[in-house]
Structures are given as structure tokens and as C-alpha cells.
């Protein structure tokens, strides 16, 4: 069997922010003040999971919510394929070798391309 590796789930990871901001009583105008956003578009496209935060802004929120960022992104774990090694094998013998801000960027540019691998395969109707 393969090796596993962390997924961000960005539809939980949505939700969640949901629930933080209403259990927090905060708005999408606060995140946009706190976050010095012009438009508050970013935000929405956060909460309806068409995006996901920067690692800059995940860690602001982080901030503005008062737990870690851990708390706040929610994951899953999926199967290594033979496709996916060998961005396995420089995560591991790169990566994990940086510093932790090296280490969240490579991890959410990877999820990033999950993300928009799976996009791209749901018809829309």
C-alpha cells in the first residue's frame, strides 16, 4: 500500500469557517477591515469553497479567530498514486527539510492542484 498524504477538504474547510465566524459573531465585513480587502469577494468565494485563503491570509484569520490554523483548515486523507509520487518525493526530501512557512506554501500549492483537478472532472449542469 502506498503512502498517505494530508488533503485539505476545502467544502469542510469552508463550513467550518461558517461556524467560526458565527459562533465569534464575526462578519464578512470584519474579515475585509481585518484583512485590509477591498471587495469582499475573496472572502465569499472562501465560504462557498470556490477558494481557498492564502497562507498569509489563513494565518490572519488564525489571528482574528484567536486558534491555529490547524483548527481552522479541515483535511482528509487520500491514497498516494503512482501519479502523485513524485511530488510526494520532493515534499519529503525538500520541503520537509524548510521552514514551516515553505512547508504551507508547498502544501497548499498541492492542494491547490487537487482541488482543481477534481473541479475540473464534476459536470455542471
Known sequence: MGKQYPVIDIDA?????????????????????????ETPQSVYHWLNGRNMPTIDNLYALSELFQMPIDTIIIGNRKFNTDQNKSI???????????DLYDRMRFYLVLNYFYISK????????
Not at 13 to 37: C, E, P, W
Not at 88 to 98: D, F, L, S, T, W
Not at 118 to 125: A, E, I, L, P, V
Request: proline residues 0%; glycine residues 4%.
Open 118 to 125: 477534481n473541479r475540473m472532472s464534476k459536470k455542471y449542469y
Open 13 to 37: 474547510t469552508a463550513k467550518n469557517i461558517k461556524n467560526i465566524m458565527y459562533s465569534r459573531n464575526i462578519t464578512v465585513k470584519d474579515i475585509q477591515r481585518f484583512l485590509g480587502l
Open 88 to 98: 510526494i518525493e520532493v515534499y519529503e526530501n525538500y520541503i520537509c527539510r524548510g
